[in-house]
């Protein structure tokens, strides 16, 4: 299982070698800031097995893959079976001008890591994320 560590206001997650792990962390501990709810109530809303995920336009998306053509192209056939035996969340960033960056994460392990970077988060600033 992947690790997650605090490097400042970064969020690092190993292994991440482009970093969209990480990167979606920090854009799902936002969310609080449009929606208004508490970190749990929001993920266990968007990231639970019926979930409907994360769209932040031009930005970022995270979605549940049901179909094999959910799974970006990029990682060809790899979880094409998987699809019907595991909770496969995909997690893409869009960066203007460059290529989409995708991760492939179980739901589990994805539930997981939520959770530890909002528990290293509240103890790195406990007065924001109460």
């Given at each position: 299982m992947r690790t997650v560590r605090l490097e400042g206001p970064i969020i690092v997650v190993t292994p991440d070698p482009n970093q969209v792990i990480g990167d979606f962390l920090g854009y799902a501990l936002?969310?609080?800031?449009?929606?208004?709810?508490?970190?749990a109530v929001e993920f266990a809303e968007r990231f639970s097995p019926g979930g409907h995920g994360m769209r932040l336009p031009d930005t970022f998306v995270a979605y549940r893959a049901e179909e094999?053509?959910?799974?970006?192209?990029?990682?060809?056939?790899?979880?094409?079976?998987e699809l019907e035996r595991?909770?496969?969340?995909?997690?893409?960033?869009?960066?203007?001008?460059?290529?989409?960056?995708s991760a492939?994460?179980?739901?589990?392990?994805?539930?997981?890591?939520l959770d530890e970077a909002l528990r290293r988060r509240r103890a790195a600033y406990p007065l924001r994320y109460e």
């Open positions: 936002s969310l609080r800031n449009l929606s208004g709810l508490s970190p094999p053509d959910d799974i970006p192209e990029e990682f060809g056939e790899r979880f094409a079976e595991k909770e496969l969340w995909v997690l893409t960033r869009l960066w203007y001008g460059r290529t989409p960056e492939v994460v179980e739901g589990d392990e994805l539930r997981h890591l």
